[in-house]
């Protein structure tokens, strides 16, 4: 089949349209109960249903979060297939959040469930962990070019877990997380309108001036809304990379359903914030 035009380009061009928010689709069990409905197949499938009818005619990205899928076993993952086939079909893009990461076939064979162009799970993007090495993704990077999808590479996350490794300081000077950041500078070199290969980087982390975020390719910025972080502290954590952040709120939107009204007004709200944040940097 013939390949997508790139995932940067049809970012850029969605999130100019829609502006940048990225909702999670993250259907953990407290949640199903929330919205009054059962932990299993048929709570999930309702609950998927609704974000996706409420919101994809209206945002620019939806993440699902795999595992939330996967632990209903092969009746999940069939929802999680129709979740991202009617998303997708309403003009929002699929960045699957599933952070896969190994090596050789192992790791081809991710990327060939969640990047080639006619699997069933088929999603504008991934997240893959470099954790075995950058190199590692290679299959992933190669899939992902020739279908046109896109890489969200885990680089410095919001979890307090994640310094130690992240944070930790290479024999060269520079940090495992800036490295991250170099590789996915380089993927995306010469790009227009933007790179298809971005980074993971907490919207709660606070000042990174350290870190050059620049990278020509989008920064997924999980953290916004339940986790403390507002739309307003993203200039100050982002700096000039703040055009490129694709702001991910979960729990933030997902409270407010079952009701679709309830739902989308909470979208709408942070979406106006962001832009309001956008403006003022």
């Given at each position: ?236 954590v982002f700096g000039g990379a703040l055009p490129n952040v694709v702001p991910n709120v979960s729990r933030g939107v997902l409270r407010h359903g079952p009701d679709t009204g ?20």
């Open positions: 089949m013939s390949p997508l035009e790139p995932f940067g380009a049809r970012l850029r061009r969605t999130m100019d349209e829609r502006g940048p928010l990225c909702v999670g689709i993250d259907p953990h069990a407290s949640l199903l109960t929330e919205w009054g409905l059962n932990d299993d197949v048929a709570g999930l499938e309702r609950f998927s249903r609704t974000v996706v009818d409420a919101l994809s005619e209206r945002v620019a990205v939806f993440k699902p979060q795999s595992a939330f899928f996967e632990r209903f076993g092969s009746r999940g993952v069939a929802v999680l297939e129709k979740t991202v086939e009617e998303a997708r079909a309403a003009g929002a893009l699929v960045v699957m959040d599933a952070k896969r990461g190994d090596i050789g076939s192992t790791m081809a064979a991710y990327a060939e469930a969640f990047l080639r162009k006619d699997s069933p799970l088929f999603s504008d993007a991934l997240t893959v962990s470099p954790y075995l090495g950058y190199g590692s993704l290679s299959p992933a990077i190669e899939l992902a070019r020739e279908s046109g999808a896109g890489l969200f590479v885990l680089a410095l996350t919001s979890n307090p877990e994640g310094g130690e490794v992240q944070h930790a300081v290479r024999a060269d000077g520079r940090t495992v997380g800036a490295t991250m950041l170099a590789h996915l500078a380089a993927e995306n070199a010469g790009e227009e309108p933007l790179g298809s290969f971005g980074a993971v980087v907490g919207a709660t982390l606070g000042d990174l001036s350290s870190y050059d975020l620049e990278i020509n390719g989008p920064l997924l910025a999980p953290g916004v809304g339940a986790q403390g972080a507002t739309p307003a502290d993203l200039p100050a309830a739902l989308r007004a909470a979208a709408d709200r942070f979406a106006e914030e962001i832009r309001a944040a956008l403006a003022a940097a």
